[in-house]
């Protein structure tokens, strides 16, 4: 691992420098090789107080608890200020209370003290402009962290839900975790998108599916991110920060006993982690980050892919989703080759779902197949009675002309098989041919009728 950044800076590399690639490979879950760099870059300078913090907060994340508790006995308080100081006292309880150490009195006596700080010092530590103190947004990861596992636990009476399950500064009258649920939303406001994923992680198990949908599950969440991508000023940081939120979100949507399941929320959902993937591998190209395809985030859209696809087959099998649902899923699953999906609906729906169902584009769900190249897909749904195979978009466009426009020579087979030609033109006047041609994609020239040259 430590090659990967061997070119990165000279010689004299400062420790801010060493520290940020920390952070970095941190955040990406690299443990191994975050452990790794520290090591070998960070260790000699473990009683520095951004060094201490940073490597802790790693530690706490991946559930390394018998570490933190070492290095935190070890630490050197001296150094640290009053807010580093309480941070780190936080963090090494959050770490004892996780690992079962402690007795229900000592976790409430625990909360208790880390609140009473919070609730001094949140005057000094947020803004009036809405900037809030990163070391004191941690520490009220911390103190949620320490609640929700009293929580967990059922140490908190009722009495105790009324004082704990919101920051001190929120009124006493708020609902459960409804202050948590507003300080995400500030966090998310003043950027701090690393510490507003942490803060989610811990709270959609705990808030009502009510409030999840209304604070933490939204539509429009990624406007601001998907601006600054458009204006080429989004950085990987932010980006991952997004991704990584995006994933927690579309695996949470899974485990929700919903009727019907949202599914096709958490199908929305991993289609935003591929996009940000998109981006961000994107930006690593060109800068030789050699970490970054490696991230946990990224790799984790393809396990969430499969949990997806395997929620959906069981949904289908056992009636889960209503008819509404059902056809959407048709065009999602055409478009992804999931033939699985496809003849589940083809076969169990096919008094209730039309195999022309369109998208608010026109689009069939052979036209997605077809795009897609998926053979198989595209033979199931040829296969089905009353299936349109020549039908057109609101561009215009047929199943064919993507087939031909992507080079996929078995699917432009079966359609010409079915009628397609490659004279047809689209809204565009552009042809099938013509769209072939364009692509380079000789043999399905010659399987048009034209000569591939």
Same mark, same amino acid.
């Given at each position: 691992?430590?090659?990967?950044?061997?070119?990165?800076?000279?010689?004299?590399?400062?420790?801010?420098?060493?520290?940020?690639?920390?952070?970095?490979?941190?955040?990406?879950?690299?443990?191994?090789?975050?452990?790794?760099?520290?090591?070998?870059?960070?260790?000699?300078?473990?009683?520095?107080?951004?060094?201490?913090?940073?490597?802790?907060?790693?530690?706490?994340?991946?559930?390394?608890?018998?570490?933190?508790?070492?290095?935190?006995?070890?630490?050197?308080?001296?150094?640290?200020?009053?807010?580093?100081?309480?941070?780190?006292?936080?963090?090494?309880?959050?770490?004892?209370?996780?690992?079962?150490?402690?007795?229900?009195?000592?976790?409430?006596?625990?909360?208790?003290?880390?609140?009473?700080?919070?609730?001094?010092?949140?005057?000094?530590?947020?803004?009036?402009?809405?900037?809030?103190?990163?070391?004191?947004?941690?520490?009220?990861?911390?103190?949620?962290?320490?609640?929700?596992?009293?929580?967990?636990?059922?140490?908190?009476?009722?009495?105790?839900?009324?004082?704990?399950?919101?920051?001190?500064?929120?009124?006493?009258?708020?609902?459960?975790?409804?202050?948590?649920?507003?300080?995400?939303?500030?966090?998310?406001?003043?950027?701090?998108?690393?510490?507003?994923?942490?803060?989610?992680?811990?709270?959609?198990?705990?808030?009502?599916?009510?409030?999840?949908?209304?604070?933490?599950?939204?539509?429009?969440?990624?406007?601001?991110?998907?601006?600054?991508?458009?204006?080429?000023?989004?950085?990987?940081?932010?980006?991952?920060?997004?991704?990584?939120?995006?994933?927690?979100?579309?695996?949470?949507?899974?485990?929700?006993?919903?009727?019907?399941?949202?599914?096709?929320?958490?199908?929305?959902?991993?289609?935003?982690?591929?996009?940000?993937?998109?981006?961000?591998?994107?930006?690593?190209?060109?800068?030789?980050?050699?970490?970054?395809?490696?991230?946990?985030?990224?790799?984790?859209?393809?396990?969430?892919?499969?949990?997806?696809?395997?929620?959906?087959?069981?949904?289908?099998?056992?009636?889960?989703?209503?008819?509404?649902?059902?056809?959407?899923?048709?065009?999602?699953?055409?478009?992804?080759?999931?033939?699985?999906?496809?003849?589940?609906?083809?076969?169990?729906?096919?008094?209730?779902?039309?195999?022309?169902?369109?998208?608010?584009?026109? $689009? *069939?769900?052979?036209?997605?197949?077809?795009? @897609?190249? /998926?053979?198989? %897909?595209? #033979? &199931? !749904?040829? +296969?089905?009675? =009353?299936?349109?195979?020549?039908?057109?978009?609101?561009?215009?466009?047929?199943?064919?002309?993507?087939?031909?426009?992507?080079?996929?020579?078995?699917?432009?087979?079966?359609?010409?098989?079915?009628?397609?030609?490659?004279?047809?033109?689209?809204?565009?006047? $552009? *042809?099938?041919?013509?769209?072939?041609?364009? @692509?380079? /994609?000789?043999? %399905?020239? #010659? &399987? !048009?009728? +034209?000569?591939? =040259?």
């Amino acid at each position: 691992m430590a090659g990967d950044f061997a070119g990165e800076h000279e010689s004299g590399s400062t420790v801010a420098a060493d520290l940020e690639i920390f952070v970095r490979l941190a955040h990406r879950s690299l443990v191994d090789d975050a452990l790794d760099w520290y090591g070998t870059r960070l260790k000699r300078h473990e009683q520095e107080s951004r060094v201490l913090v940073e490597y802790t907060d790693m530690l706490l994340q991946e559930g390394l608890y018998e570490k933190l508790v070492q290095v935190v006995d070890d630490a050197n308080f001296k150094s640290l200020s009053a807010e580093e100081s309480q941070l780190l006292e936080s963090t090494l309880d959050l770490a004892i209370i996780r690992s079962k150490r402690t007795t229900e009195a000592e976790i409430l006596e625990k909360a208790a003290r880390c609140r009473d700080y919070l609730k001094e010092a949140y005057s000094t530590k947020v803004g009036q402009d809405g900037h809030i103190n990163a070391i004191f947004a941690r520490t009220v990861r911390v103190y949620l962290g320490i609640v929700v596992a009293a929580s967990d636990a059922g140490y908190l009476t009722e009495a105790d839900h009324n004082v704990f399950t919101n920051p001190p500064w929120s009124s006493p009258s708020s609902a459960r975790w409804s202050g948590f649920l507003t300080w995400y939303t500030q966090l998310r406001a003043s950027t701090q998108s690393w510490e507003a994923h942490q803060l989610l992680r811990l709270l959609l198990p705990v808030v009502s599916p009510h409030d999840a949908f209304a604070t933490l599950i939204h539509r429009d969440q990624f406007t601001p991110i998907t601006a600054k991508i458009k204006s080429h000023s989004a950085d990987k940081t932010a980006l991952l920060a997004e991704l990584a939120t995006s994933n927690t979100i579309c695996a949470h949507l899974l485990t929700i006993s919903f009727n019907p399941p949202p599914i096709l929320r958490a199908i929305a959902y991993l289609g935003a982690s591929r996009k940000l993937r998109g981006v961000l591998l994107q930006l690593a190209a060109p800068t030789d980050d050699y970490t970054l395809p490696r991230a946990k985030p990224i790799l984790r859209i393809d396990d969430l892919a499969q949990s997806i696809r395997s929620a959906v087959h069981a949904g289908l099998s056992r009636h889960a989703f209503d008819t509404d649902t059902v056809e959407k899923l048709l065009l999602t699953c055409a478009g992804e080759g999931d033939a699985t999906a496809v003849r589940l609906i083809l076969t169990l729906y096919k008094a209730d779902v039309s195999p022309n169902h369109e998208d608010q584009q026109w $689009r *069939t769900p052979l036209s997605h197949a077809a795009e @897609g190249g /998926h053979e198989e %897909v595209v #033979e &199931l !749904l040829l +296969g089905t009675k =009353g299936v349109d195979a020549g039908g057109r978009d609101f561009a215009g466009r047929s199943a064919l002309s993507y087939a031909a426009a992507g080079g996929h020579a078995g699917v432009v087979e079966m359609l010409v098989a079915r009628g397609g030609r490659g004279e047809e033109s689209d809204g565009e006047g $552009r *042809t099938v041919m013509e769209r072939a041609v364009e @692509g380079g /994609h000789r043999r %399905v020239v #010659e &399987l !048009l009728g +034209g000569k591939g =040259g």
